[in-house]
């Protein structure tokens, strides 16, 4: 009987001992598959912290539809009337082109593929959305930000010379065309088109050059790898500016659709470089004139749908210098 006890004794020791293991080293790893499993089989993601946990608040959840997918594929690519004529209202055009037979063409210069649709118990799939303020500058958050997986930049975001407080990584980049620059060949391109001559600009950039206008003056050309250009999808643009912004504004800002790009495809987000800086000032952060805010964007009303992400433990907010 005393060596019975003792044996139990002894086994129980070495479970408490490995089960302490594990917890010390989940900790000091905090990516570290199994052991979240074993406490949290059901968690969606195996990152600390997962965008959509299965006891989501209410709030959250009435916003967030993952049936609509971010990016433009052939298959869905089909819009329907309502969401044709709100898209082709955004920016004017003299002459429309027909949106199907735009969209066979660009799928023959770029890849039809459905990206991102890989989540799962296993996948921790972090994000940095790198906005443009002039709250980086002194930030030093550039080994931060370059530690994701995706680095989403937008629009210009020059990052030599700036390293130390934007970083140097950048995954994936969000433009349109009247803000398009070169790119080197392991960034994705990411388009925000806003009528189909964006598409059609794309596609000429890309092959001929032959459009070089807009409603401005455009880039005839550009340097990007068509193995990784993707469109945001039209029907995705709409469901953020009905489901998120819920009609405020004219159509959300690049800033924003590009964080709402990054809660559907990615388990954390963290968010740099929106916003003012500390005293108050508006300007990019490669800039020292201050930025004019546009009309067309409501930045109150995105800012304060920002906080609540930030409130609701869905985002995490880096507010810079």
């Given at each position: ?33 199994f ?10 993601c ?13 709030w ?10 971010p ?43 459905v ?23 002194g ?28 970083g ?15 790119l ?17 600009w ?33 029907t ?65 009303y ?20």
């Amino acid at each position: 009987m005393l060596r019975r006890r003792i044996r139990t004794i002894a086994l129980l020791f070495c479970v408490i001992t490995f089960t302490m293991f594990l917890f010390s080293y989940s900790l000091w790893d905090p990516s570290h598959f199994f052991f979240k499993q074993a406490l949290h089989p059901k968690r969606p993601c195996s990152c600390r912290h997962c965008l959509t946990e299965l006891d989501d608040d209410p709030w959250f959840a009435d916003h967030l539809n993952r049936s609509i997918h971010p990016l433009m594929t052939r298959e869905n690519s089909v819009l329907s009337e309502e969401t044709y004529k709100w898209w082709q209202s955004l920016q004017s055009v003299k002459q429309r082109a027909n949106f199907s037979e735009v969209v066979e063409e660009l799928f023959q210069v770029i890849p039809d593929e459905v990206l991102y649709m890989d989540a799962s118990p296993m996948r921790c799939r972090t994000c940095a959305v790198v906005g443009n303020s002039g709250n980086l500058i002194g930030s030093d958050y550039g080994d931060l930000i370059d530690s994701s997986k995706f680095v989403f930049r937008m629009n210009h975001a020059p990052t030599r010379g700036f390293e130390m407080d934007v970083g140097t990584r950048t995954t994936h980049h969000v433009m349109y065309p009247e803000s398009a620059i070169d790119l080197d060949n392991d960034t994705r391109l990411v388009l925000i088109p806003y009528k189909t001559l964006d598409i059609q600009w794309l596609i000429s950039a890309l092959t001929t050059g032959t459009i070089k206008q807009t409603y401005q003056s455009v880039p005839a050309r550009i340097k990007a790898n068509r193995d990784k250009v993707v469109i945001y999808n039209p029907t995705f643009f709409k469901y953020v500016y009905d489901n998120w912004l819920e009609g405020h504004g004219r159509y959300p800002s690049t800033g924003f659709l590009s964080l709402l790009l990054a809660l559907h495809i990615c388990d954390e987000v963290s968010v740099f470089g929106f916003g003012a800086d500390q005293s108050g000032s508006w300007h990019h952060y490669w800039e020292d004139n201050h930025m004019k805010h546009t009309g067309v964007h409501d930045g109150d009303y995105e800012h304060n749908l920002t906080s609540l992400l930030v409130e609701n433990h869905k985002i995490k907010m880096f507010r810079g210098t």
